[in-house]
């Protein structure tokens, strides 16, 4: 569709041409927050520093425990987060990034055998390819053969942003994880909002309703994601904000995992599970989510979908989990809760 292609081109202009680095930006939509884990931060001292100034995320959208995964970056622009990620995967890993910007990609090419290099690998494990990320066959990207798949504020970015999450679940292998940061919005953007160029290339203008995400995944086959961090955001920009009216928009790190056993209810089947502290950079506790913390060795109740969420993907191997689906026991306690405290009833669940 002709609108599709517009604002393609628009969001190819604004990041290709009107921003050369993150000073250019009009809101804190598109900026990093402070307290980055330790070992991102390590990975990034290794990053040159072109590829840092031409950085627009919202968020730190890699997760924990993907050594020798092959992880898919959406919109990676100048290839900050592929080259972060290219450490974490290792040499037995690889990264693929796909972008719509020429402009991005040919700088993020020209770093890689330097980058390869200040990482100590013997080839590279970095692929950057153009395409768009509602089409990923074009680019390559088979059916079933990503293990992640990440991006950092750039769904927003989508003119059909239903292809997108479809290309997403397409290209994800069974139990593999969307672990993404991107803006939302606590209403439905009106057309007047979506039209104005620097609000969309701001990654306000294609914000998604929070509710309307949750129905989009729901209908893909995906009844539940969850929340890991949230950052309200700044309008600094007086033009921009006027324009936004009363919208308020937050940007979310979300994960989402593609399994067929997940239920659109938190459910009680009276099952355990022990985080066994194995997960590089997590040695004391693991982050599910933004209310699922899990302390190494402590047992806690959870329900039916943090089971599979854990025994179902590549987290399979650090977590103990006790219990089955043979027994339903109604709808699962959401307080959060230890096993051991004694209370049948309570837990740590949506």
Same mark, same amino acid.
């Given at each position: 569709?002709? +609108?599709?292609?517009?604002?393609?081109?628009? =969001?190819? /202009?604004?990041?290709?041409? !009107? $921003?050369?680095?993150?000073?250019? #930006?009009?809101?804190?939509?598109?900026?990093?927050?402070?307290?980055?884990?330790?070992?991102?931060?390590?990975?990034?001292?290794?990053?040159?520093?072109?590829?840092?100034?031409?950085?627009?995320?919202?968020?730190?959208?890699?997760?924990?425990?993907?050594?020798?995964?092959?992880?898919?970056?959406?919109?990676?622009?100048?290839?900050?987060?592929?080259?972060?990620?290219?450490?974490?995967?290792?040499?037995?890993?690889?990264?693929?990034?796909?972008?719509?910007?020429?402009?991005?990609?040919?700088?993020?090419?020209?770093?890689?055998?330097?980058?390869?290099?200040?990482?100590?690998?013997?080839?590279?494990?970095?692929?950057?390819?153009?395409?768009? +990320?509602?089409?990923?066959?074009?680019?390559? =990207?088979? /059916?079933?053969?990503?293990? !992640? $798949?990440?991006?950092?504020?750039? #769904?927003?970015?989508?003119?059909?942003?239903?292809?997108?999450?479809?290309?997403?679940?397409?290209?994800?292998?069974?139990?593999?994880?969307?672990?993404?940061?991107?803006?939302?919005?606590?209403?439905?953007?009106?057309?007047?909002?979506?039209?104005?160029?620097?609000?969309?290339?701001?990654?306000?203008?294609?914000?998604?309703?929070?509710?309307?995400?949750?129905?989009?995944?729901?209908?893909?086959?995906?009844?539940?994601?969850?929340?890991?961090?949230?950052?309200?955001?700044?309008?600094?920009?007086?033009?921009?904000?006027?324009?936004?009216?009363?919208?308020?928009?937050?940007?979310?790190?979300?994960?989402?995992?593609?399994?067929?056993?997940?239920?659109?209810?938190?459910?009680?089947?009276?099952?355990?599970?022990?985080?066994?502290?194995?997960?590089?950079?997590?040695?004391?506790?693991?982050?599910?989510?933004?209310?699922?913390?899990?302390?190494?060795?402590?047992?806690?109740?959870?329900?039916?979908?943090?089971?599979?969420?854990?025994?179902?993907?590549?987290?399979?191997?650090?977590?103990?989990?006790?219990?089955?689906?043979?027994?339903?026991?109604?709808?699962?306690?959401?307080?959060?809760?230890?096993?051991?405290?004694?209370?049948?009833?309570?837990?740590?669940?949506?």
């Amino acid at each position: 569709m002709q +609108i599709d292609q517009d604002i393609r081109d628009n =969001v190819r /202009d604004y990041y290709g041409r !009107v $921003v050369q680095n993150t000073a250019d #930006l009009k809101t804190s939509a598109c900026c990093t927050p402070e307290d980055l884990p330790g070992h991102i931060k390590s990975a990034l001292a290794n990053i040159d520093d072109e590829i840092l100034e031409r950085f627009y995320g919202c968020g730190s959208p890699i997760p924990l425990a993907v050594e020798g995964c092959t992880i898919l970056d959406l919109g990676c622009g100048a290839g900050r987060d592929v080259y972060v990620a290219a450490q974490l995967v290792g040499q037995s890993g690889s990264v693929i990034g796909v972008d719509m910007t020429e402009e991005q990609l040919i700088s993020a090419d020209r770093h890689a055998d330097s980058q390869m290099r200040r990482f100590g690998f013997a080839t590279a494990n970095v692929d950057f390819r153009y395409g768009y +990320i509602e089409d990923l066959a074009a680019a390559g =990207v088979a /059916d079933e053969s990503v293990d !992640v $798949v990440i991006s950092n504020c750039v #769904l927003n970015l989508s003119p059909d942003k239903k292809a997108a999450f479809e290309e997403i679940f397409r290209v994800l292998k069974p139990g593999g994880e969307l672990f993404f940061s991107d803006v939302f919005a606590d209403r439905r953007i009106p057309p007047s909002v979506a039209a104005d160029p620097t609000l969309y290339g701001e990654c306000l203008g294609g914000a998604m309703y929070e509710e309307d995400f949750r129905r989009l995944l729901e209908d893909l086959g995906c009844p539940d994601h969850r929340v890991v961090s949230t950052n309200e955001i700044e309008l600094t920009d007086e033009t921009l904000r006027l324009a936004a009216g009363n919208i308020k928009f937050r940007s979310l790190t979300i994960r989402s995992f593609k399994l067929e056993t997940l239920e659109d209810r938190c459910e009680d089947y009276g099952q355990i599970a022990t985080y066994l502290g194995t997960i590089a950079n997590a040695p004391f506790d693991f982050a599910l989510d933004d209310h699922h913390v899990f302390e190494r060795g402590r047992p806690m109740l959870i329900c039916g979908n943090t089971a599979a969420m854990l025994s179902g993907t590549r987290l399979a191997d650090h977590f103990k989990i006790v219990g089955d689906r043979s027994t339903h026991f109604g709808l699962f306690d959401c307080e959060p809760a230890s096993a051991n405290r004694g209370d049948a009833a309570a837990g740590s669940c949506c």
